[in-house]
């Protein structure tokens, strides 16, 4: 498992843009897949972005195609979700997930997470 700690939540206007960081620190992180995920109050928590370390692909959940961004800095064991053109339905506490198995993460059940950041979009 890799340690992973969020951070770059906060409150943004709707229409505005976020950049969420993780640093993960332990096992060789460029053999894990990273991603995020998110769940807001009274919902189920739900794939947002991720990327896979076998295929080289980033993925992404429909709701989000076109305004989310999800990037890695192996260097720096980093990664990065970039949120643009964000919607009052983005607030959400934001997950960041790592799994070797890139369907464990896709799945919501990945081994490592980190506590979690609060996104909050107004209106």
């Known amino acids: 498992q890799v340690q992973l700690a969020e951070s770059g939540g906060g409150l943004v206007q709707a229409g505005g843009a976020r950049r969420l960081s993780c640093a993960a620190s332990?096992?060789?992180?460029?053999?894990?897949?990273m991603g995020w995920l998110r769940q807001a109050p009274g919902k189920e928590r739900e794939f947002v972005a991720a990327f896979s370390w076998t295929s080289g692909r980033s993925y992404y959940a429909d709701f989000v195609k076109g305004r989310f961004t999800i990037s890695r800095d192996n260097a720096k064991n980093t990664v990065f979700l970039q949120m643009n053109s964000l919607k009052p339905e983005d607030t959400a506490v934001y997950y960041c997930a790592a799994d070797i198995a890139f369907d464990r993460l896709r799945n919501g059940v990945a081994g490592s997470w980190g506590q979690g950041t609060q996104v909050t979009v107004s209106s």
């Open positions: 332990g096992r060789t992180f460029s053999r894990y897949s």
